[in-house]
């Protein structure tokens, strides 16, 4: 299936308008279903062993800091880069940057870089942009949605049978249409194999996995 990038509704509403705050609900209820968070606890103390101390960690899109908070538990210090500010359920040992991607300067200071369904927003231009900052980190770890029609189909129905919002079904298609497939992600953001070392899989949940350790 083709990789298109189309608008999300929820990019267009108000961060507290109902609709959203449903969307953010949805989200939660998946990543609990398929166990997200989980897959990054165990590849980050899977791979931060290598680590002498523990490195700074930045999760871009972080959102309303969920993951983060999920993460903390198993004492993993994690700052936030994302549009929206802070929410108060954050840990006062964190920071929170609330800037755009592509305007944050300080990706020299985290060896650890994380997102969580966000990458598939970007077009290939903006992608490129996003790995020269990124180049000089040791540690990426990415979950994005895989783009094949049978998840798109998939989902559909799992929305319906989850009752979600209607923005969650639109952007939750539409997701999966900008997703990832193969070595595509690391194409996209120009971290050369000859630098890097990546491991990408897929889940049967429709998720795309994508870890990648500098040589």
């Known amino acids: 299936m083709m990789r298109i ?3 999300e509704i929820l990019d267009s ?28 606890s165990q590849t980050l103390a899977t791979h931060l062993k290598s680590f002498k ?18 993460l903390e538990k ?23 940057f609330q800037a755009d991607i592509f305007t944050f300067q300080d990706w020299t200071d985290y060896p ?14 903006d992608l490129k942009t996003l790995g020269e900052r990124i ?20 989902y559909r129905g799992f929305a319906r049978l989850m009752r979600m919002n209607h923005v969650s079904r639109h952007d939750g298609e539409v997701s999966i249409q900008a997703g990832f497939y193969g070595q ?9 194999n000859s630098d890097w070392e990546w491991s990408i899989g897929s889940t049967v949940t429709g998720f795309y996995r994508c870890v990648g350790r500098r040589k």
């Open 5 to 7: 990038v189309k608008p």
């Open 13 to 40: 509403l108000p961060f507290n308008h109902p609709d959203a705050l449903l969307n953010r609900r949805d989200l939660r209820r998946i990543h609990s279903c398929f166990r997200t968070f989980s897959w990054f």
């Open 53 to 70: 101390v523990t490195p700074p960690i930045l999760e871009i899109g972080a959102g309303e800091g969920d993951l983060i908070r999920f």
């Open 74 to 96: 198993s004492g993993n210090k994690i700052d936030g880069l994302d549009l929206v500010p802070a929410s108060s359920g954050r840990s006062e040992g964190s920071q929170w």
């Open 112 to 125: 650890v870089i994380m997102a969580n369904l966000i990458l598939h927003q970007f077009q290939e231009a």
């Open 135 to 154: 180049q000089q980190s040791r540690l990426c770890i990415f979950n994005e949605p895989l783009r094949t029609r049978f998840h798109q189909l998939s």
């Open 184 to 192: 595509e992600l690391p194409l996209l953001l120009g971290l050369r």
